[in-house]
């Protein structure tokens, strides 16, 4: 890396020099600009090179890197190498909407994984997918995903029954506990979900 960094400090110094109008001597040339100008794109050609032949091997390596240079943005969500991941609203319960994710093979236009709760499950069996084809953990990242889920509607079911009951009401202080208990078990699965992954 240090070669790359010093090859371009040299491409750079001989820029200056071709701007200010001053020559610069050159293995290849006779110091005239434009064989200046051929010295400095052959370095800025191997240097690019180097460093992109590096990014690949450093992407077999590393699936979050591989994921991450792989991901575009779409109108309905991201595609990740060949899989889509889309979202749609749906209504769970009564007064709950909440956006599910999606993972299509684009190369088929099958759904691989539908109603997923969280983006986070869905990047991750796109992950093992691409990069370590382990159905293990791609079932568990289901499996806490469905679990996250349940937590959410559960959550949202004590947090509705709180709002109809009267703060006075001894059933207000049992709610109160198992919604207070609900968001902490959430947030425990979540952090399961996340640690999966």
């Keep these: 890396m240090t070669e790359q960094t010093n090859a371009m400090s040299d491409i750079m110094d001989k820029l200056k020099a071709v701007e200010n109008g001053t020559h610069v001597k050159t293995g290849t040339s006779s110091g005239g600009d434009a064989g200046a100008m051929a010295d400095i ?53 009564e007064g709950l909407t909440k956006t599910f994710y999606y993972i299509t093979d684009s190369d088929t236009g099958k759904i691989v994984h539908d109603d997923l709760g969280l983006f986070e499950t869905a990047m991750g069996i796109v992950k093992h997918l691409l990069y370590t084809g382990n159905s293990t953990k791609v079932s568990r990242l289901i499996e806490l995903d469905q679990e996250y889920i349940g937590t959410v509607m559960e959550t949202y079911r004590h947090k509705s029954r709180l709002k109809r009951l009267d703060e006075n009401a001894v059933q207000f202080d049992v709610t109160a506990a198992k919604y207070s208990n609900s968001k902490t078990k959430l947030q425990a699965t979540k952090m399961k979900l996340l640690k999966a992954l």
């Design 41 to 93: 794109l052959r370095k800025l050609q191997k240097a690019t090179s180097e460093s992109a032949a590096e990014l690949v091997t450093e992407t077999t390596k590393n699936s979050n890197l591989g994921v991450a240079m792989h991901t575009t943005r779409t109108a309905t969500g991201v595609t990740v190498a060949r899989y889509n991941i889309d979202t749609e609203k749906k209504t769970v319960q």
